[in-house]
C-alpha cells in the first residue's frame, strides 16, 4: 500500500516515513500542498496524510480540494490544533480521521490501516482466501495454519490482491504501490515478484491468476 505524507517539517516528515515504512507501507513526501495536488492527480496512493499548518495552503483547504474533484482516496488528517470544533472542522470538508499531534506512530499506522480496510469495506485485520490468512495487524501470514514467510514486496503484493478480491487488480496499481519515488521497480520486476509469491501460496492450494492485458486476482483453489 502506498502513501503520500503531506508535511512541510522535515523532521517529523522523516519520522513519520520511516515509521509508516517499518509498517509495511511505501511512503511518500510532499511538503506543500500545491506539489500534493500534482503528484495525487498523477500517480496512485491508498491514503494520504494531511498537515494541516502547509506554508502554501491550510491543509483543510487541500481536503476540500481534493474532495471537490471527487477523489476518494482515504484522507487522515494531523494537527497541533486540538479543540472540539478543529475536529468538527476537519471532518466536515472531508476527512476520515483527525489526530492531534503529539501522535505516537503505532497509533498512527493503526488508524491507517483502519482507514484502508474501511476503504475496501473489509471488516477485520485478517485477510482470508481459503487457508491462507493475512493478518494486517501483527503482520503475519499462516497458510493451512502454517507460518507463511514472504518479503515486504510479496506480502505488499498479496495484501493487495486479497483486499480487493475478487476483482482484479492491475499491473500498474502493484507497481505504484510498490515504487516510490526513490525506488526503481520494473513491470518486469513485478512478475518476478508475483511468481515468486505464486510458487509459496501454490503449496496451499492458491492461486494467482494472470488476467492477459489486465493484471492479477486471487484464483479459486486449485485443489
Do not use: C
Not at 159 to 182: F, H, N, R, T, Y
Not at 211 to 218: A, E, K, L, S
Amino acid at each position: 500500500m502506498r502513501i503520500l505524507v503531506v508535511e512541510d517539517d522535515s523532521l517529523v516528515a522523516s519520522g513519520i516515513k520511516q515509521g509508516l515504512i517499518n509498517a509495511g507501507y511505501t511512503v511518500d513526501v510532499a511538503n506543500t500542498a500545491g506539489s500534493a495536488e500534482i503528484h495525487l492527480r498523477d500517480e496512485n496512493f491508498d491514503l494520504v496524510v494531511v498537515d494541516i499548518g502547509l506554508p502554501d495552503m491550510d491543509g483543510l483547504m487541500l481536503v476540500q480540494r481534493l474532495r471537490n474533484r471527487q477523489m476518494r482516496l482515504p484522507v487522515l488528517v494531523l494537527t497541533a490544533r486540538g479543540s472540539m470544533e478543529d475536529t468538527i472542522a476537519g471532518l466536515d470538508v472531508g476527512a476520515d480521521d483527525y489526530m492531534v499531534k503529539p501522535f505516537r506512530l503505532p497509533e498512527l499506522a493503526a488508524r491507517i490501516r483502519a482507514l484502508i480496510r474501511r476503504a475496501h469495506s473489509v471488516a477485520s485485520t485478517e485477510l482470508r482466501h481459503d487457508q491462507l490468512i493475512l493478518n494486517t495487524g501483527s503482520h503475519t501470514a499462516t497458510l493451512h495454519g502454517q507460518p507463511l514467510f514472504l518479503t515486504m514486496r510479496e506480502w505488499t503484493i498479496l495484501e493487495i490482491l486479497l483486499m480487493a478480491s475478487p476483482k482484479v487488480v492491475s499491473k500498474d496499481k502493484l507497481l505504484q504501490s510498490l515504487a516510490g519515488w526513490d525506488k526503481n521497480i520494473t513491470p518486469n520486476a513485478i512478475e518476478v515478484h508475483v511468481s515468486r509469491l505464486r510458487a509459496k501460496i501454490a503449496l496451499g492450494g492458491i492461486g494467482i491468476r494472470t488476467v492477459r492485458g489486465i493484471g492479477y486476482r486471487i484464483d479459486q483453489s486449485l485443489s
